[in-house]
């Protein structure tokens, strides 16, 4: 297909650019226009974070959702090990949850603070469990609920591709 000889012919850029005056700031505007060319404005550890939420979306029964929202939350705030699994959010929650559920004391306290960000979430008096006395029946995070769920959460966790 042959060009139309009387469309007119667009100007290249230094066409435009001849007869201004340079300046530094011109020149770190044209230069920052290429420098996020092929790359997602999103930051990577946001990006595994998003995909962490989502494999919990899938994996982790949590109907009142503080339990997730508390983990992304601390995961959030622990970058050194989000950045060694960018890219492997399987990889990444399993580094997170498998300590905690191999000790107790990890556990416990996990559960206690879901407890407390239930409370915040719902306005109400929060449900700690207390060693020696039976499970509050109105409490929706008890140490072995919330044990039972993230061992689920982990066996059904695919493989990072």
């Known amino acids: 297909m042959q060009k139309d000889k009387d469309t007119p012919k667009l100007p290249d ?7 201004r005056e340079a300046s530094p700031d011109e020149a770190l505007l044209r230069a920052a226009g290429d420098v996020l060319k092929g790359a997602s404005p999103v930051a990577a550890h946001d990006q595994t974070i998003f995909a962490v939420r989502e494999l919990l979306d899938t994996c982790l029964r949590d109907p009142e959702g503080s339990l997730q ?7 959030d705030s622990h970058q050194p090990l989000v950045a060694r699994h960018f890219g492997a959010p399987s990889a990444l929650l399993r580094a997170f949850l498998e300590p905690i559920l191999a000790q107790e004391e990890s ?6 603070v879901v407890d407390a960000r239930w409370g915040r979430d719902y306005d109400e008096k929060p449900h700690f469990d207390r060693p020696g ?3 509050d029946p109105d409490d929706p995070y008890t140490i072995a609920s919330v044990h039972q769920a993230l061992a689920s959460c982990l ?6 591709a």
């Open 13 to 19: 850029d230094r066409e435009i650019l001849r007869g």
């Open 69 to 75: 929202r508390t983990i992304l939350s601390r995961l």
């Open 107 to 112: 556990l416990a306290e996990l559960v206690r």
């Open 133 to 135: 006395r039976p499970d």
């Open 155 to 160: 066996r059904s966790l695919p493989d990072d």
